[in-house]
């Protein structure tokens, strides 16, 4: 049985990334990549489907965990009555290989401690065969299965054939160290030499921190952010450039329901939020390799651009249901791939020109690509800009004029306006104008509800739609518009549970999927920004409080929250979470500093 979602932490090499659990199991991990089929798949099952365990042998008195100071090297401290011991989980940055870490090191006393390794390739399809391999160096094992290959190189294993499990037991003094490591290697392929671990150890730390230093955080949740930002980098796929939306799948949205979804894919919704939230805290070389994957995505036909892609632009991810992983505590099904990437959503198309104006305020200078892609998408979006579409939330069911993509199409015509008026660049500003002026005509005659005093989820609607709280940002509307007002009053009335936003009322069925959700804690970030910017600095931190509260010992956030429950839900880390968490402690740095 997995723990629950909080009790995971992250470790990663920017290429992929495990989740260890505070009982000293990695229950997932993708090897080599983030959307690797998993060696680990325990989240989704239980021990049989695949997890890395070292532990205390003996009765646990005590246990806390950390990451080294802003890197993401896990250090967990283990008490048992005979002395006490930390492991260091990590995986090497820079190595171009896919290496783990496990490195246990004495503190008092002595520790014992036990291991046990069971290998499952493939979502736990395949199982391999282990060996001995005393050729590749030490105490080492490799096991096969297909294309895929493992070598661990550490204490003994022993095999436990009935249990299709190795084991070893191992104690630690004060002083002492043991190394663990294990490496993914290409089955065809000789097992890679094993590493220095001391030397790997002190460059991944240096690698973490030298890129830290750079990030220019606020005052006020401050800790918070600074993680944030660090969460950011390390779903980031170090060769390509792309981020996924979350290192896992299939984690619930709804406990024991359906509602599973793979999010190891890059969004280019999220990849714009990220370009803009790394360019406001300074991570300029970053952005422009944002940017540079960006424009890679986009390159081609605007007809054939996608809302998701995979981490090197794969296009084609098409969704598939596991039967090798039963799901997280039986939450079923298990997905790989994600349907929507077929759909239409309107409002990517702003969400990418106002990350791209963004980077050319902050003095990121076009080249010849980006303001031709940019052009060719202006084209598409002047030809589509009339289609119903399946909305932020990748609604399933039928397609609708939502409010909130009408609005951030007008975003997007008002982006490559600025761009000529403002920056000089080569367009039909005219038309351009005269689009925005007459969408935002429609969305003022069909998105508006008199009686409601707001506007709506979708044309026609009587609803609203948290993701409503972002016509102020994109600028559509001031935070204190009479209209921006009266929608932040009929959200707060409808979508408000136990205090914290939902997404938008799962029982109208508009969705057309069955089961509800817990509150998404990125429309609760959104509500701090509306807050701290239309004179409620109270309620914004009130909330912003509660929010942060919700991340665990080690600063990581899942996409929702039960409340009643009080966990985290959904998969995890995941990064709209957190690049909304930042965004909203900027909106209450902005308001303290210009109040004081």
């Known amino acids: 049985m997995p723990l629950n979602i909080e009790d995971y932490g992250l ?30 798949g325990a989240l989704l099952g239980d021990e049989d489907h695949g997890r890395w365990l070292v532990a205390p042998a003996g009765d646990i008195v005590s246990t806390s965990r950390e990451y080294l100071e802003d890197t993401f090297i ?69 096991g096969v299965a297909g294309p895929d290959a493992i070598v661990i190189r550490g204490p003994q294993l022993i095999a436990e054939p009935q249990s299709h499990a190795h084991g070893s037991q191992f104690t630690v003094k004060k002083g002492e160290s043991v190394d663990i490591v294990l490496t993914w290697f290409p089955s065809h392929r000789q097992a890679p030499e094993a590493i220095d671990v001391e030397a790997r150890l002190t460059h991944t730390k240096a690698w973490w921190r030298d890129w830290a230093k750079s990030c220019e955080a606020p005052e006020k949740y401050n800790t918070q952010v600074h993680r944030s930002l660090l969460v950011l980098r390390a779903l980031t796929h170090e060769d390509t450039g792309g981020i996924v939306a979350a290192a896992t799948t299939s984690l619930p949205e709804e406990f024991g329901g359906s509602r599973n979804w ?38 081609g036909d605007p007809n054939d ?15 598939w249901e596991l039967t090798t992983l039963p799901g997280y505590a039986d939450a079923a099904p298990v997905r790989v791939g994600n349907g929507a990437f077929v759909q239409y959503q309107g409002d990517m198309f702003g969400e990418v020109m106002l990350a791209l104006q963004r980077a050319r ?56 306006v600025k761009a000529v008026r403002d920056f000089g660049m080569e367009g039909p500003v005219e038309r351009w104008e005269q689009l925005r002026e007459e969408l935002r005509a429609e969305i003022e005659l069909k998105g508006w509800n008199s009686t409601l005093g707001s506007y709506t989820q979708y044309y026609g609607s009587g609803t609203v739609d948290a993701s409503l709280l972002q016509l102020a940002q994109v600028g559509y509307l001031t935070p204190t518009d009479p209209r921006m007002l009266g929608t932040v009053a009929a959200i707060e009335a409808s979508l408000l549970r136990d205090g914290l936003l939902m997404r938008y009322l799962t029982e109208t069925g ?38 942060v509260g919700f991340a665990n010992d080690l600063g990581l956030l ?39």
């Not at 229950?27 to 998993?38: E, G, I, K, V």
């Not at 003095?363 to 202006?378: F, H, N, P, Y």
């Not at 985290?568 to 209450?588: F, K």
């Open 11 to 40: 470790i990663g090499d920017g290429h992929t990334a495990a989740l260890v659990g505070n009982d000293g199991s990695i229950d997932w991990l993708c090897l080599p990549r983030f959307d690797s089929a998993s060696t680990f």
């Open 74 to 142: 896990l250090v967990t401290h283990w008490e048992t009555s005979s002395g006490k011991a930390d492991v260091t989980d990590f995986m090497p940055q820079g190595d171009r290989r896919a290496d783990i870490v496990r490195r246990i090191t004495g503190v008092e006393g002595t520790v014992d401690f036990r291991q046990e390794l069971r290998v499952r390739f493939d979502y736990a399809a395949a199982l391999p065969w282990m060996r001995q391999a005393p050729d590749a160096g030490g105490n080492a094992v490799i």
């Open 262 to 299: 793979d999010y190891r894919y890059v969004w280019l919704r999220d990849a714009s939020l990220t370009l803009y939230v790394l360019i406001a805290h300074g991570f300029k070389n970053e952005a422009e390799a944002w940017r540079g994957w960006l424009l890679r995505a986009l390159a």
């Open 305 to 319: 651009v996608q809302i998701m892609y995979g981490l090197a632009g794969e296009r084609r991810l098409t969704e």
């Open 361 to 416: 305020e902050a003095g990121i200078e076009e080249t010849d690509l980006s303001w031709s892609l940019q052009r060719a998408l202006m084209q598409f979006v002047e030809n589509n800009w009339k289609r119903a579409d399946n909305g932020i939330w990748e609604i399933r069911g039928p397609k609708r004029h939502f409010t909130h993509s009408r609005v951030m199409l007008w975003a997007a015509f008002d982006c490559a």
């Open 510 to 547: 508009v969705d057309g999927l069955p089961g509800g959700e817990h509150p998404f804690l990125a429309c609760s970030f959104w509500l701090v920004e509306q807050y701290a910017h239309s004179g409620r600095l109270d309620d914004a931190i009130a909330l912003m409080d509660r929010l």
């Open 558 to 596: 899942s996409e929702e929250y039960d409340v009643t429950g009080e966990r985290q839900a959904g998969n995890t880390p995941q990064a709209l979470s957190h690049l909304t968490l930042v965004r909203a402690a900027d909106a209450i740095q902005s308001e303290i500093s210009a109040a004081s």
